[in-house]
């Protein structure tokens, strides 16, 4: 009788086991959605008690003046993190993927993972033209 309930506990125990491990696996591994943020990457932090990730907010300015709306995001590993921390001060698209229903923490705050960052490539002003001289002949 006990051996049987004790059997019964460990295959209960082993599928619920598997079950997490399936869903974990699935929705790390299936993107929800896939898109690209711009802004000013205003902080970014390695922050956790036991799961150490990366955490941080993007301002995403519309216009000069507005109010920035704040993005939060993950960075999933620590050259992807490098590369944001040299791009300090710059404006950058940040690459993201999102999974959703991650059935912890210890993978990120977030559901946004970014992936990439480049900094932007601004655009040459725009140069006014020189009103044609009089040239000088003799």
């Not at 008690?49 to 955490?55: A, F, G, I, S």
């Not at 995403?60 to 993190?81: C, H, N, Q, R, Y």
Request: with cysteine; aromatic share 12%; charged share 20%.
């Amino acid at each position: 009788m006990k051996s049987k309930f004790l059997r019964n506990v460990i295959v209960t125990f082993v599928v619920l086991t598997l079950l997490v491990m399936g869903w974990t696996w699935l929705t790390l591994h299936w993107t929800f959605s896939e898109g690209e943020r711009v802004g000013y990457v205003q902080k970014l932090s390695k922050k956790g008690w036991l799961c150490k990730t990366w955490e941080g907010e993007l301002a995403l300015v519309t216009m000069p003046g507005a109010i920035p709306e704040k993005f939060s995001f993950t960075i999933p590993d620590d050259a992807t993190a490098r590369r944001v921390n040299a791009l300090a001060g710059e404006r950058v698209v940040l690459n993201y993927q999102q999974h959703k229903f991650i059935p912890t923490s210890c993978f990120g705050d977030t559901e946004y993972f970014v992936v990439n960052v480049s900094k932007v490539r601004e655009a040459n002003a725009p140069t006014v033209p020189l009103p044609n001289s009089p040239q000088l002949t003799r």
